[in-house]
């Protein structure tokens, strides 16, 4: 999948233009404060309908303006397509081909992976920053999965309301706990597929372009325990048989203590905590390997590469693993975006940023 060109009008400090990018490597540079950042967000926002710097939509918006939008051609295996997103009044609104889609429909069709400063956090973070991390990469791949999480989270506010009321003995709390236990069992199981599948890649990706000596993998920890098996009805008994003990608990607190908002993903380096024993390298080194694998996950989901944005790629690696890392991305035929405030080695389509204009080098 390749984006051939983004619009957007209002977008923090960049002027409004049209960009048009290669489908090869796209090397924006700049100095600090320029608008580099916020030219690869304004591509993930297209694609994704959300930043990766805020969760207050309203931050996008030019100071002093009330409305911003964004405007994106791309091309996947079979056509070209646009997609267009913009908030207005604080309403978001979603187009694909200049028809307006709800969100479900929107999400998904744009795949992009990032890499930025912060992702360190997705090792040094609470567990809540890396299940909304994996809850989102899978559902790129998987739109069962996203509807899957819609409807469990929907069921998990129903059944704290009942607990938070004492209403555990009506008649409709055990239908809806049923139906809790099935979707939250649906997740688990997906989320330890997805996790079997990725782990080996990731090794895979660090040994080769980090450290052939250590063994990089991926593990669940779940509020269930050790699970034996990925099976959706060995799942749900272990569920329906946590819920048992932990009821009284449960009653008490007057919120569900049990499900997979609960669980959490640990990187081990070696078998151990990369949290905890990596450097500050390794940890940068297994959130590149990280996201590489992600694109072999959605490789192999979507048939289709997506897009990979990487921001301030200076502040991570040294000037040989930078060209070796682009110069493979290059071969396996991926679009990156890229930003960096020092110049690079590399064949590439080079871009300026400057006081929020970009420039072309032609
Ligand atoms: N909503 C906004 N409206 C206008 N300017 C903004 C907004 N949000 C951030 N900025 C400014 O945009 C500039 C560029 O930021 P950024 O894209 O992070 O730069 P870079 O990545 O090149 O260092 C900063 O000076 C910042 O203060
Ligand atoms: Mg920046």
């Known amino acids: 999948m390749k984006i051939l060109e983004i619009n957007y009008i209002n977008f923090r400090n960049l002027i409004d233009r049209n960009v048009k990018f290669s489908p090869k490597i796209n090397l924006f540079l700049g100095k600090n404060g320029q608008g580099k950042t916020s030219l690869i967000e304004a591509i993930y926002f297209s694609a994704t309908g959300k930043s990766f710097r805020t969760s207050k939509n309203v931050d996008m918006i030019k100071h002093g303006k009330n409305k911003v939008g964004c405007y994106i051609e791309y091309e996947d295996r079979i056509s070209k397509k646009n997609l267009s997103i913009k908030i207005d009044s604080l309403k978001k609104e979603y187009s694909s081909n200049r028809k307006k889609i709800p969100y479900d429909e929107f999400y998904g069709k744009v795949n992009v992976i990032s890499f930025i400063p912060e992702d360190i956090e997705l090792i040094v973070g609470t567990p809540a920053v890396r299940r909304k991390f994996f809850d989102g990469e899978i559902s790129q791949g998987s739109e069962e999965y996203f509807k899957n999480l ?3 989270n929907k069921l998990l506010k129903i059944r704290n309301k009942y607990l938070k009321e004492g209403n555990y003995k009506n008649e409709m709390f055990s239908i809806y706990q049923e139906e809790f236990i099935k979707y939250g069992a649906r997740l688990i199981k997906k989320r330890l597929e997805y996790i079997k599948n990725i782990s080996i890649i990731l090794n895979l990706n660090y040994r080769k372009l980090f450290d052939n000596k250590k063994e990089l993998s991926l593990k669940y920890s779940s509020f269930l325990g050790d699970i034996k098996k990925i099976d959706l009805k060995y799942i749900e008994d272990l569920f329906r048989e946590k819920i048992k003990e932990e009821f009284f608990k449960e009653i008490r607190y007057g919120y569900s203590n049990v499900g997979p908002q609960k669980d959490d993903f640990l990187f081990l380096l070696d078998e151990r905590e990369a949290k905890s024993f990596s450097s500050q390298g390794e940890k940068k080194s297994i959130i590149f390997s990280l996201k590489l694998s992600e694109i072999d996950m959605i490789l192999k989901e979507k048939k289709e590469n997506p897009i990979f944005l990487i921001d301030d790629v200076s502040s991570y690696f040294d000037s ?3 060209e070796n890392i682009l110069e ?16 690079m080695d590399i064949e590439a389509q080079i871009f300026y940023v400057k006081a929020g204009e970009i420039y072309e080098n032609c």
Do not use: A, G, W
């Open 328 to 343: 493979y991305l290059k071969k396996r035929d991926i679009q990156v975006i890229i930003t960096s405030t020092d110049k």
């Open 150 to 152: 819609k409807e469990y």
């Open 320 to 322: 040989i693993r930078k």
